[in-house]
Nanobody, 123 residues
Framework: QVQLVESGGELVQPGGSLRLACVAS????????TAWFRQAPGKGREFVAT????????YYADSVRGRFTISRDNAESTVYLQMSGLKPEDTAVYFC????????????????WGQGTQVTVSS
């Protein structure tokens, strides 16, 4: 099992940048594919980005491709989401997720979730 703790969410102006971090503890982190999802008020959980166990494979939602970058540091058991060109529609609670094995863009594939961090994009 792994435990996940996200951080880095805050209020940012449109066009701004932000980096989220998710620190894992427990099991061997590089056995897990990881991903970021988000949930806006009144909406369902939405896939954002995912990264393979080694970090050499990534996949993004169309809505964030070219603006967001997912990365991981297995030595630090941390996965990051670098966000730039932020828009008001990026406002959401962002969740980190992990699953043993292959990475995925489907929320139902993930067994472990963090508590979320709030990102608000507003002037």
């Amino acid at each position: 099992q792994v435990q996940l703790v996200e951080s880095g969410g805050e209020l940012v102006q449109p066009g701004g940048s932000l980096r989220l971090a998710c620190v894992a503890s427990g099991d061997t982190f590089n056995d897990y594919g990881t991903a970021w999802f988000r949930q806006a008020p009144g909406k369902g959980r939405e896939f954002v980005a995912t990264i393979s166990k080694s970090g050499d494979g990534t996949y993004y939602a169309d809505s964030v491709r070219g603006r967001f970058t997912i990365s991981r540091d297995n030595a630090e058991s941390t996965v990051y989401l670098q966000m730039s060109g932020l828009k008001p529609e990026d406002t959401a609670v962002y969740f980190c997720a992990a699953r043993r094995g292959y990475y995925s863009d489907f929320a139902g594939d993930y067994d472990y979730w963090g508590q979320g961090t709030q990102v608000t994009v507003s002037s």
